[in-house]
């Protein structure tokens, strides 16, 4: 099975999954709509109430409290984008809320042979590749469950979880 989901279908992967949901997330760069106002006021040094974080904040808890994992890789390259640096700074939200996150350095994501595009993996049974225009907008992700797309993207989950380490340990966490 391979089919590409948007929107509410999408949304249904992260309250369906029975134990662990992780993301690998590769691109230097993202331009999410509802993330356009957040973004610009951490640039211009405004407050945000993180308000908008609300529904992922609260549904990461529902999953962690229910016994589920959210487990996250993080490619930094160095030196970090703007965006990598907003990430950092309000990484310890997600943390907070249940996520564990972690981050790879992209010289170590080369040198372990890791993709440089982004994936969720969900109860080693389903992988949802993600899918951005141009702009680096969400486009949607493809599901596939398809034996050797499962196996790679395990080995992948492996590997980057293995040679990454706690946001908190990066000294770049400090200074965003």
């Known amino acids: 099975m391979t089919r590409l989901v948007t929107g509410e279908e999408f949304g249904k992967l992260f309250t369906s999954f029975t134990k662990y949901a992780f993301r690998y997330e590769a691109q230097a760069d993202y331009r999410e709509p509802f993330e356009a106002e957040p973004w610009r006021k951490f640039r211009d040094g405004e407050y945000d109430d993180l308000e908008w974080m609300r529904p992922w904040l609260d549904g990461v808890r529902a999953a962690t409290a229910a ?103 990066d000294p770049r966490f400090q200074q965003a």
């Not at 982004?118 to 992700?141: E, I």
Request: with cysteine; charged share 35%.
């Open 67 to 169: 016994g589920r994992k959210f487990q996250r890789v993080r490619v930094l390259p160095d030196p970090l984008t703007d965006y990598l640096r907003w990430e950092m700074h309000i990484a310890h939200i997600n943390a907070e809320a249940g996520e564990e996150i972690r981050v790879l350095d992209e010289q170590d994501r080369v040198a372990h042979d890791l993709p440089d595009y982004d994936f969720w993996l969900f109860d080693d049974s389903l992988v949802a590749l993600m899918r951005f225009d141009d702009n680096r907008a969400f486009q949607g992700a493809e599901l596939t469950d398809d034996p050797e797309a499962l196996d790679t993207c395990r080995k992948f989950q492996s590997t980057a979880w293995q040679f990454s380490r706690p946001f908190q340990d």
